[in-house]
Structures are given as structure tokens and as C-alpha cells.
């Protein structure tokens, strides 16, 4: 009997053997019941930065299951070396515990679910799964300081290009930190109009977009790099509409148009980042992950 027939696929594995992979999954639930919780409640807070995290385990779902003739066909072989990563990784695990940091403890999801997938079906399973796992790293809740630093700098860079769009549009308009000041309307950008939001929303939706994009590497890797550009750009088109709008019918219309106005530029960024993937040669669907 050859190797190839002696391979062990998910196809041969009968469902009885599925009762210890649940059992685990169950108690990996069970550990990270508060920080799924803590999660919940950050995604659905007003003006979140991850409003978009709930969507993200759906679309890790999503790619397991175009990917499921693939997978199904992957050979099973667990590998022992896995666990030779568990030991750093449930040291750090023990630590956010023990020191109560949340965010630190939510990192650690995506690669214990690696993990357990290694040790229960192999390397080779560990690859094929490598992008819907990692792709989970989009709904982790980033450290506070982080978020607070890159927020305030992308908060900066949007206003100064706002800034510079109103008076490309001959308007007098001054920026002081981040304040706009035109002649009738004091033009305030906040945290959650630093265009922050729109960045990681756009990062998560491009790395999705590339990988289901049939192209070179460097295209779908311009794909992703062209994001942070992207969002600077668009939100600074945002705010200098918004800027507009309150001083030519008032500041009532302004914080109206405030309101919806995120929707436009989020539609605005998502025909340009097609029109960018023709470009770098990223035109088609791959063929292979379409149901």
C-alpha cells in the first residue's frame, strides 16, 4: 500500500473522534467566556473603533467553508512540536490573567486556536486554516495606548488634509491642532472622526479583498498598503464636506450631515480600492475559493 493510501484525510476521521475536538473547543469557550464579553461590548460601544469586530468570526466561518473540499482533503498527521509552542503561549496566557489585562489575554485567541489545530490535525491543516485564523486578529481589541497614539496621529494627519482641501477650494481656512476655523464655523475633529475607525475598517476589508483576489503578490500587497493612504484621503474628503456643508447652511446641517456622511466616504473608499485592484493586476475572484 502506497503513502498516499495510508494518508489519514477529515474525510476518514469518523464523527465519535470529533467528541474530544469538542470538548476542547468547549473549554476554550469556557476560559474566554469574559473576554468574548469584553469583546461584545467593545464592538457594540457608540463610536467604536471595532464596530466591525462582530462581522469577523462570520467571515473566518465564511472562508472555512470555501475552503472546505480543500480542507477535507488535507492529510491529518498531528504533530507532537506543537508543543513546544504551547508552553510560551500558555505562559503568556497565565500572565494577562494573573495581571487582569484584557486586550493581552484576546491576542492569544487566534494563536491557541492554531495550536489546538496543529496538535489535533497536523501542520498541513495548520496552513490550509492559516488565513481564516489569523484573519481573527481583526476582531482583538487593541491596548489602550495603542489606539490612543495611532488615533491621535492619523487624527492630526486628517485634519491637515482637510484643512488643505478647503483651501484648495479657496476657503479661508485655518487649522489650529485639530480644529478647522473658517469664517462662519468652528470645525472640531474628535477621536471618532480622526478617521481611525475608517482605517482599520478598511485594513480588515482589504486584507480580506486581496486574499480572495487572484493576482502577484506585490499587487495584493500594494492592495493592502494603499489603505492607509486610502483612508487618509477619503476621511479628509469627509471632513472638508463636513466643514462645507456648516459654512454654507449652518452648523445645524453640518452635525446632520455628520451623521451619514461616514457611509459616503466608506462606499467612496471601497470603489476606489476596486478600481486600485485592477491596477496592480488584481482583477479576478480566485476561481478556487468560490463556492
Request: aromatic fraction near 14%; glycine fraction near 8%; proline fraction near 5%.
Amino acid at each position: 500500500m502506497s503513502v498516499a493510501q495510508q494518508a489519514i484525510t477529515i474525510r476518514d476521521i469518523k464523527w465519535l473522534a470529533y467528541v474530544p475536538i469538542g470538548l476542547c473547543l468547549i473549554l476554550v469557550g469556557w476560559l474566554y467566556m469574559p473576554t468574548f464579553r469584553w469583546w461584545y461590548n467593545v464592538w457594540m460601544a457608540d463610536e467604536s473603533y471595532y464596530s466591525h469586530g462582530i462581522l469577523i468570526p462570520i467571515i473566518s466561518g465564511f472562508i472555512v467553508w470555501l475552503k472546505k473540499k480543500a480542507l477535507q482533503e488535507t492529510r491529518v498527521e498531528p504533530a507532537a512540536v506543537g508543543f513546544l509552542f504551547a508552553i510560551p503561549l500558555l505562559a503568556v496566557i497565565l500572565l494577562a490573567s494573573w495581571a487582569n489585562v484584557a486586550s493581552l489575554r484576546g491576542l492569544t485567541f487566534p494563536p491557541l486556536l492554531a495550536l489546538l489545530v496543529m496538535l489535533v490535525f497536523g501542520i498541513g491543516m495548520t496552513k490550509a486554516m492559516a488565513f481564516p485564523i489569523g484573519y481573527l486578529y481583526f476582531m482583538c481589541v487593541l491596548p489602550g495606548f495603542i489606539l490612543t497614539k495611532l488615533s491621535f496621529k492619523i487624527q492630526m494627519l486628517s485634519t491637515t488634509g482637510g484643512t488643505m482641501i478647503l483651501r484648495g477650494l479657496t476657503m479661508d481656512a485655518y487649522q489650529e491642532g485639530a480644529v478647522i476655523t473658517l469664517p462662519n464655523v468652528l470645525v472640531e475633529v474628535g477621536a471618532p472622526c480622526s478617521g481611525f475607525r475608517l482605517l482599520i475598517s478598511l485594513f480588515a476589508f482589504s486584507v480580506l479583498f486581496a486574499y480572495l483576489k487572484e493576482g502577484p503578490w506585490w499587487g495584493k500587497a500594494l492592495l493592502v498598503a494603499f489603505t492607509l493612504p486610502l483612508s487618509l484621503v477619503v476621511n479628509s474628503i469627509r471632513i472638508a464636506l463636513i466643514a462645507v456643508v456648516g459654512e454654507f447652511m449652518g452648523s445645524e446641517a453640518m452635525h446632520s450631515f455628520h451623521d451619514y456622511s461616514g457611509y459616503i466616504v466608506l462606499i467612496l473608499a471601497f470603489v476606489v480600492l476596486s478600481f486600485f485592484a485592477r491596477l496592480v493586476k488584481c482583477r479576478k475572484f480566485n476561481s478556487t475559493l468560490m463556492p
